[in-house]
């Protein structure tokens, strides 16, 4: 039985493991009376979220920052998402201008199915965008929409990744599940995705999408979790195929934060008692990324914090 880490651990761990610190490719940050109706969602419940759970991190967004440096969390995202039309780019403003201003923030942004949106795409990579993010069952948007094909087609074409909310939880969707964005991936088998929370609870589904397309990738956000385990288990005969695909750079560390009804060790702890080994431990937390996303830059600003 491996002990359970708590966050006061966490630099030590990843230090064991040779490692220059943590990416997490699915952390949050958002404007500030956006972020409280998320937390009210979260902790109070809603037909999205059902009961809901406690946000274990709800400080501002200055402490959650330095509460990442303490974890050595060195390269982290600052996602959000659109859940109408006339949101997104006015998001990204703020996601970029945050990640100019915060060391160790990959630039974030985001898209919705509307007029105009390749074009503020094609602003927000202009301005240095290295991650996006769609949330297909907040959005309640099919991802095969005309208006967002040449999205995936440009994003595709210059490399750049976007984490994908695809999957049927907290509750299934009009467009959640792998057949909407599998469709996607047919039109643009080279596009970078990151599949959120390994597309729990359709583990079987996105990891065939994984082992198809060349460029799609898995992100542990809240998987083995005490919390996911209780209503979600991952099942066991899955473990061969997920050490394989983080072996082969296809799992990157994500954790949720801080909208997470736990401490952040607790994720890693979780990752760590699966028993898959150092190496694709190492690969998880900090190798798949970087060879995705090329974190040099971002460590470089970031490491002296």
């Not at 954790?255 to 690969?283: T, V």
Request: charged share 20%; hydrophobic share 40%; glycine share 10%.
């Amino acid at each position: 039985m491996i002990p359970e880490l708590a966050d006061a651990d966490v630099p030590a761990w990843w230090r064991e493991l040779d490692l220059p610190g943590l990416a997490d490719v699915h952390v949050h940050f958002l404007p500030e009376r956006m972020e409280r109706r998320v937390w009210h969602h979260f902790e109070h419940g809603s037909p999205l979220m059902g009961d809901g759970w406690p946000i274990h991190y709800r400080l501002p967004a200055g402490e959650r920052v330095a509460r990442l440096r303490a974890l050595g969390v060195r390269v982290f995202s600052a996602l959000a998402y659109a859940h109408r039309p006339g949101m997104a780019e006015s998001l990204n403003d703020w996601t970029l201008d945050f990640a100019a201003r915060t060391p160790g923030c990959l630039p974030s942004a985001t898209f919705y199915p509307e007029p105009g949106a390749l074009g503020y795409v094609r602003d927000a990579l202009g301005r240095g965008a290295r991650i996006f993010k769609v949330h297909l069952q907040v959005g309640d948007f099919d991802p095969r929409f005309k208006e967002i094909d040449d999205v995936w087609g440009l994003l595709a074409e210059r490399g750049v990744p976007v984490v994908v909310h695809a999957s049927s939880i907290p509750l299934p969707g009009r467009h959640t599940g792998p057949g909407p964005i599998g469709g996607v991936l047919d039109r643009h088998p080279a596009l970078p995705m990151i599949v959120a929370h390994l597309g729990m609870p359709e583990y079987d589904e996105f990891f065939e999408l994984a082992e198809t397309f060349p460029n799609v990738r898995l992100d542990t956000t809240m998987t083995f979790t005490d919390f996911a385990e209780r209503g979600m288990p991952f099942p066991a005969r899955l473990l061969p195929r997920l050490r394989d695909l983080g072996l082969a750079g296809k799992v990157l560390l994500g954790s949720d934060f801080p909208n997470i009804p736990h401490p952040y060790a607790h994720q890693l702890h979780a990752l760590d008692r699966l028993g898959l080994g150092d190496g694709w431990l190492r690969a998880v937390c900090w190798n798949n990324a970087d060879n995705l996303l090329d974190l040099s830059a971002h460590y470089t600003r970031s490491a002296g914090h």
